[in-house]
T-cell receptor, first 118, second 109 residues
């Protein structure tokens, strides 16, 4: 149980295009999902908190108009990188909390999506 | 502001014991978690401490001292597969997780 999936696992796009990444909780309902970005050999940086049915909360320095987040249901959150540029190339990881049986403090992470912008 | 400090790299021998320290400074603290991440993979949950003391889960143990803003992860009977990056992470609220810089552990035969 407590599986979080992401799609796609990797994507290559041209500069200026938009890319949508999906995050799904497969066997539990996640009222809250989180989006992180990780550059090579660096830590995970929280980008935003996604709450079902409400607007996402963005961390300081993250452009909400560039990284559009939608949490349409209790099992799906999407991150759209709009007008992507090479500096947006990174590993994007989502996580979810609220899995039944999940220990206190535990967030379940998706496998990540590697975005490369040419 | 907020900061979490970890050693950048640790090397140990197979079968040995290694301790990875984490000191933190944050506004708001609910607990300290530890995650393991292999190259190219997703972080996997190892442990969580909300109260002072030691939590043991198999070969892994985690310790927290809230008064010292300090914690550590202890890995015993090291195996080659334990070579990975280890992150401490602080819960600033009941759900918001902030990660440390990570420690790369290399286990040698």
């Amino acid at each position: 149980g407590a599986v979080v999936s992401q799609h796609p696992s990797w994507v290559i796009c041209k500069s200026g295009t938009s890319v949508k990444i999906e995050c799904r909780s497969l066997d539990f309902q996640a009222t809250t999902m989180f989006w992180y970005r990780q550059f090579p050999k660096q830590s995970l940086m929280l980008m935003a908190t996604s709450n079902e049915g409400s607007k996402a909360t963005y961390e300081q320095g993250v452009e909400k108009d560039k990284f559009l987040i939608n949490h349409a249901s209790l099992t799906l959150s999407t991150l759209t990188v709009t007008s992507a540029h090479p500096e947006d190339s990174s590993f994007y990881i989502c996580s979810a909390r609220g899995a039944p049986g999940g220990g206190q403090g535990e967030q379940f992470f998706g496998p990540g999506t590697r975005l490369t912008v040419l | 502001g907020q900061s979490l400090e970890q050693p950048s790299e640790v090397t140990a021998v197979e079968g040995a014991i290694v301790q990875i320290n984490c000191t933190y400074q944050t506004s708001g603290f609910y607990g300290l978690s530890w995650y393991q991440q292999h190259d190219g993979g997703a972080p996997t949950f190892l442990s969580y401490n909300a109260l002072d003391g030691l939590e043991e889960t198999g070969r892994f143990s985690s310790f927290l001292s809230r008064s010292d803003s300090y914690g550590y992860l202890l890995l015993q009977e090291l195996q080659m597969k334990d070579s990975a990056s280890y992150f401490c992470a602080v819960y600033k609220s009941s759900y918001k997780l902030i990660f440390g810089s990570g420690t790369r552990l290399l286990v040698r035969p």
